[in-house]
């Protein structure tokens, strides 16, 4: 079922369009109907709708940025305009504006009514899930690399005004690969998601947890005030590790190395500060992993 928003202030048009969407709706679409503007934004405070079928007059009368006002009431959610005259120059400012259709009321029929809608609908899901995309990793919803880097550079510019201490933890599997060569992916999926949950429960919901590539997980901690809790988070992780996971129904433990690098003392921006948590990591692996290694610069 579509929920749609009718904001029109002519009741007789109103029923207009309430009708068509009924027909060629096919019971698919539940419309609700208020002749004000502001009442919409009430509305959409309190109530969730997929659509806005929004008259074109009230966007003449208060301006574009009506549009705006109407679409940061609910993350931008997809909206329909119709209006009674063609004008291409309004139209196309509109469009601008995150409007997903114009249409002009006199020349409408209940298919094309109900068929903009219904791709106003899905185009916006398909932008929300593309954005989703370019910014979690599908198999995990963890945070992925662009959006970890782009959170550990705010929290640095942030941590350089204020002088705070940030702390990044880089972890990889001990026996990912032989795992996955053994079993196949789909175990190796299904072991990188069990890694994810437990690597979540470990973290304050104020941490960035985040997929780098691979069996390559990574922490972003703020708030941090010495290194003690850096190896305070590290042995949490590792005792999270300690019970077993089923792989073709048999118990087995999974160990992890894991790298620890803390800002301003081992990087001085991201980079930096990446690098020293991968050379730490390397170091616990070498070292035998199930372990962590702290501070590679000195």
């Known amino acids: 079922m579509i929920r749609v928003l009718l904001v029109e202030a002519n009741e007789a048009e109103a029923r207009d369009s309430q009708a068509m969407l009924k027909q060629a709706g096919e019971g698919q679409m539940e419309v609700t109907h208020v002749t004000r503007l502001s009442t919409a934004l009430r509305r959409l405070s309190n109530e969730s709708f997929d659509a806005i079928l929004m008259d074109g ?15 940061a009431a609910l993350a931008r959610m997809p909206i329909v305009v119709l209006t009674g005259q063609h004008d291409p120059a309004m139209e196309r400012k509109t469009i601008q504006r995150g409007v997903q259709d114009v249409l002009i009321k006199k020349h409408l029929t209940p298919e094309q ?30 945070a992925n690399r662009a959006l970890f880097r782009d959170r ?21 599997l001990d026996c990912f690969q032989e795992v996955a060569g053994q079993y196949g992916p789909e175990v190796g999926d299904a072991l990188l998601t069990t890694i994810a949950d437990r690597l979540k429960q470990c973290m304050r919901e104020v941490d960035t947890v985040a997929r780098l590539g691979g069996d390559v997980f990574t922490c972003l901690l703020e708030g941090i005030t010495c290194k003690s809790d850096m190896e305070i988070v590290a042995k949490r992780i590792l005792a999270s590790m300690t019970k077993s996971v089923k792989i073709t129904n ?7 190395s894991l790298g620890l690098a803390v800002f301003p003392l081992d990087g001085k921006d991201a980079d930096e ?20 290694h702290l501070n590679v610069s000195q």
């Open 113 to 142: 009514l109900a068929r903009s809608v219904y791709h106003a609908v899905d185009r916006k899901r398909a932008e929300r899930s593309l954005a989703y995309l370019a910014q979690y990793d599908p198999l995990t919803a963890l």
């Open 152 to 172: 550990l550079a705010h929290a640095l510019s942030i941590a350089k005004r204020k002088k705070h201490e940030v702390g990044v933890v880089l972890l990889g």
């Open 273 to 292: 500060l990446l690098d020293c948590a991968k050379e730490a990591m390397t170091r616990a692996q070498e070292a035998g992993g199930n372990g962590y």
């Open 250 to 256: 048999q118990d087995a433990v999974v160990t992890v």
């Open 57 to 71: 007059a009230l966007v003449d009368t208060h301006g574009l940025d009506t549009l705006d006002l109407v679409q």
